[in-house]
T-cell receptor, first 113, second 113 residues
């Protein structure tokens, strides 16, 4: 069936290193993707988004890459900090359903000091 | 104001109780959402309102009843819930109904006893 999923459930990185969180999606009709960060006890917080007519987008310390050929999305965090520790979700907007934002399984990022 | 405000933050209710969750935003957003999130799982879409009309119902049981009184408010009425309905209920809003980021509230932690 259609799904948005993640390859790695938990990622541990050393403070100062770069982090890469991956996401696979199966619906080739999806045209908009978002990365969210969720800290314990809080709602998801928008990090960065990308539309399907782009393959890369950069923000402050974060970069999202989109490979439509293999239906793969990644989030790169530069110089990871302890405050980056959280669960990261990719979300896919399925255009044929209007605004139906579907979340992937999530990756736990742990930053070691 | 870039916030989505949810009340209450915590709610404990019995299986015979009737309660309501409330969500408010003053960003002028025209799409509003209810999500349910169980521990260590991604948010699952329940309902989407677009321009105050219900546009998506993800086959949610009738013991959950959404209501959108105006463009700033979204309610979720609860009746005869089961213990397995205990979860974090998240409200979100977005500017319109297509390919735009959704802003999330902090959620209501619901416990059904």
């Amino acid at each position: 069936g259609e799904s948005v999923g993640l390859h790695l459930p938990t990622l541990s990185v050393q403070e100062g290193d770069n982090s890469i969180i991956n996401c696979a999606y199966s619906n080739s009709a999806s045209d908009y993707f978002i990365w969210y960060k969720q800290e314990s006890g809080k709602g998801p917080q928008f990090i960065i988004d990308i539309r399907s007519n782009m393959d890369k987008r950069q923000g402050q310390r974060v970069t999202v890459l989109l490979n439509k050929t293999v239906k793969h999305l990644s989030l790169q965090i530069a110089a990871t900090q302890p405050g980056d520790s959280a669960v990261y979700f990719c979300a896919e907007n399925r255009a044929e359903y209007g605004n139906k934002l579907v979340f992937g399984a999530g990756t736990i990022l742990r930053v070691k000091s | 104001d870039t916030e989505v405000t949810q009340t209450p933050k915590h709610l404990v209710m019995g299986m015979t109780n009737k309660k309501s969750l409330k969500c408010e935003q003053h960003m002028g957003h025209r799409a509003m959402y209810w999500y349910k999130q169980k521990a260590k799982k991604p948010p699952e879409l329940m309902f989407v309102y677009s321009y105050e009309k219900l546009s998506i119902n993800e086959s949610v049981p009738s013991r959950f009843s959404p209501e959108c009184p105006n463009s700033s408010l979204l309610n979720l009425h609860l009746h005869a819930l089961q213990p397995e309905d205990s979860a974090l209920y998240l409200c979100a809003s977005s500017p319109d109904n297509y390919d735009t980021e959704a802003f999330f509230g902090q959620g209501t932690r619901l416990t059904v006893v």
